[in-house]
């Protein structure tokens, strides 16, 4: 694990990494400790972080380290540890592949849409639970995304527009949200690839939409929204003293841009960041969250 400016990474981070840690841990404070402030927020992305990334997105799944470390972090309590994913996949689908830990927040579309997992209910109850990639059961609480007139029609547009720049593009495919469409094109020859996501970047420019861009993927959305934004509300929400995000995304650097002096910012991979830590991959993101769980002996 290595500390890392803008551009590459410096030697001898893993230590630098560890003090970090350990002084987010001590915000966290005790187990029996008077509450005077909300608790810890550990948040991050899913692809490429807690999974690794690959060619289908439905078979994205956490590493075991990566799991059992969230699930001690989520053990912790809500009144210490909060655990949140803010990812750009759809709520439904991050919350069936992830399998988060009860008491677990979720951030879906780049922060359009939110929910929480909830614990199953007791003796045999009716209950909305339902059953997960790693064979769990879980109930999620989900924040409907609502749509103006205007935001409808618009998204309609935008999905029509995506569609036709994926046709004759081999491995092209669009991915359609409550409030935006996406163009993926990991699958894609690499120089048509880049073809294809500048005109779809200048459609979403072009109907006024608003337009991200991420590892062969370019977003096109009928709300404002960012990581960024969706991690300062939970930090509100919450009263967190301190936030810990981990992300490996050029999406990721709007998080990693609102974090503050008491917050730790963990970038998963190569490529210029705000991050303060680097991590090379999601095995050494999972042994930080070990670590982490450590510290908080849990």
Request: with cysteine; charged share 20%; aromatic share 2%.
């Amino acid at each position: 694990m290595t500390s890392s400016g803008t551009a590459q990474p410096e030697v001898g981070g893993p230590a630098d990494l560890g003090v970090a840690l350990a002084a987010f841990a001590a915000a966290a404070g005790t187990p029996h400790q008077d509450a005077g402030t909300g608790p810890v927020l550990v948040a991050s992305d899913f692809d490429g972080v807690l999974a690794p990334l690959g060619d289908d997105p439905l078979a994205s799944r956490p590493t075991p380290a990566a799991a059992a470390a969230l699930a001690r972090l989520a053990a912790c309590g809500p009144d210490r540890v909060r655990v949140a994913l803010v990812s750009g996949r759809r709520i439904e689908d991050l919350a069936h592949l992830a399998s988060p830990p009860p008491g677990a927040l979720l951030v879906g579309s780049h922060g359009a849409e939110t929910g929480e997992v909830l614990a199953p209910l007791r003796d045999g109850a009716d209950d909305e639970r339902s059953v997960r990639a790693d064979g769990t059961a879980a109930r999620v609480r989900l924040v409907p995304v609502a749509l103006d007139e205007a935001q409808h029609d618009l998204l309609a547009d935008v999905a029509a527009g995506l569609e036709e720049i994926a046709a004759p593009l081999e491995g092209a495919w669009v991915e359609h949200k409550p409030s935006a469409a996406v163009l993926h094109t990991r699958l894609s020859p690499a120089d048509p690839a880049r073809t294809a996501s500048t005109a779809a970047a200048e459609l979403g420019e072009r109907l006024g939409a608003h337009v991200m861009v991420g590892k062969n993927v370019v977003e096109v959305a009928v709300t404002r929204t960012s990581k960024g934004i969706a991690l300062d509300a939970l930090r509100e929400r919450l009263g967190s003293p301190a936030v810990l995000y981990l992300g490996d995304d050029v999406t990721d650097e709007r998080a990693f841009a609102v974090l503050g002096p008491a917050d730790v910012g963990i970038k998963v991979g190569d490529g210029e960041t705000l991050a303060t830590y680097r991590v090379a991959d999601p095995a050494e993101a999972a042994a930080a969250l070990t670590t982490l769980a450590d510290l908080l002996d849990v």
